[in-house]
């Protein structure tokens, strides 16, 4: 049964990795006749009708960590609210669970990710599933079993049901002995986490999906993404979320990296509008398949004496933790986006002081509407 979509093989047991080498030549490469259709390679903030038979039905896994729910509203905004599902293995709050469809999935449940896929007539995946750098450290099996064997499962299911499917990775796929001011593309990798370890055996696999079979695999590599609605997941530049909410509460932040720590960062609008965009961008315009996006590059000190405009009280203090500063050593000083700028026409709308200036805005705000002190 069809479920409304062109199926691309006989059965959906085709597609699993043991019967993979079997497959016709004319079986190899069954996502491309799905991947680009006009509608699809249009431009991210234009509207979709609902009823469009090209409208995507999108899935997000990991829906309540710091970006699921942000580019849910994005696409639902375009696409219409029932095309776009959120999911998680947490309980949500009240106002995700009123502002669309909303599922338990675990990515470590292929059967169940599969009815889910089926059932939903799902067409788009973006798996947002993953332990961050310094939680994955502390807990390596439990981060290789979320971010390699959850990963397996997403995208075998993507190539058996012909999806097109997004994985972003980061800065942390990059290691001490990759090129650091900037980090091209395409350069020696070799991170020494489990997450960056991860996020590079994702871009490797999903770039061998697509050249062998044809899977419509896309990547970006985010730097340190910043948001006012979202409290830190663990992450090596979580201090870059942290600092504007401690200037606000207490007047105090206690940063666990060097004032002198230079990191690629971006805020979280121009993060999901470059992912709604790579999303559509047509296949014929993608020379690669993971891309590096950048925005701005600034340390804990800069990032404090933009926010002293604003906060002239504001006060920081620096107390390195050995493993997050470890990491961050580890990591690109800038990144190298120009072919992203180039193939699909990626540019960053915010630089640091828009940035800083919107997210004590929106912090300011929200404490304001919960009746919390303002700083």
């Not at 979320?241 to 990296?257: K, M, R």
């Not at 390195?320 to 990491?327: A, E, F, G, L």
């Amino acid at each position: 049964m069809t479920l409304g979509l062109r199926v691309c093989v006989p059965t959906a047991a085709v597609f699993r990795p043991s019967n993979l080498r079997c497959l016709s030549r004319a079986h190899r490469f069954p996502c491309r006749e799905l991947t680009c259709s006009p509608r699809q390679s249009s431009r991210w903030n234009r509207k979709v009708s609902v009823t469009s038979p090209d409208s995507p039905r999108v899935l997000i896994t990991g829906g309540l960590g710091q970006l699921g729910s942000g580019l849910a509203q994005i696409l639902r905004e375009q696409y219409g609210k029932e095309n776009v599902i959120l999911s998680d293995i947490k309980k949500p709050p009240a106002h995700v669970l009123s502002s669309g469809p909303f599922v338990y999935a675990d990515v470590l449940d292929f059967k169940q990710l599969r009815q889910l896929i089926v059932n939903n007539r799902v067409t788009w995946l973006v798996h947002y599933s993953a332990l961050l750098s310094a939680v994955g450290e502390a807990n390596m099996a439990l981060a290789r079993k979320i971010n390699i064997s959850g990963l397996h499962n997403v995208l075998d299911l993507a190539l058996e049901n012909c999806l097109r499917i997004f994985v972003p990775s980061t800065i942390g796929a990059f290691g001490p002995s990759s090129p650091r001011d900037p980090a091209p593309d395409l350069c020696v990798q070799r991170p020494r986490t489990i997450y960056g370890v991860s996020k590079v055996h994702g871009e490797l696999m999903g770039e061998y999906l697509h050249h062998k079979y044809g899977l419509d695999f896309r990547c970006l590599r985010y730097p340190g993404v910043i948001s006012a609605h979202t409290h830190p997941g663990g992450g090596t530049t979580d201090y870059a979320v942290q600092i504007f909410h401690d200037a606000l509460s207490t007047g105090h932040h206690e940063c666990y990296l060097r004032p002198d720590t230079r990191l690629p960062m971006m805020h979280i609008s121009d993060c999901h509008r470059a992912t709604v965009e790579f999303m559509h961008a047509p296949e014929s315009q993608l020379s690669l398949r993971t891309y590096n996006i950048a925005a701005m590059s600034f340390t804990p000190e800069e990032v404090a004496l933009e926010i002293r405009k604003h906060v002239p009280q504001f006060k920081v203090t620096y107390k390195p933790d050995s493993v997050r500063q470890t990491i961050a050593d580890s990591w690109p000083v800038r990144f190298d986006d120009s072919n992203a700028r180039r193939d699909w026409g990626w540019a960053p709308v915010y630089e640091l002081e828009g940035l800083v200036s919107d997210m004590l805005r929106s912090i300011r705000e929200k404490r304001t509407d919960e009746g919390l002190p303002v700083s």
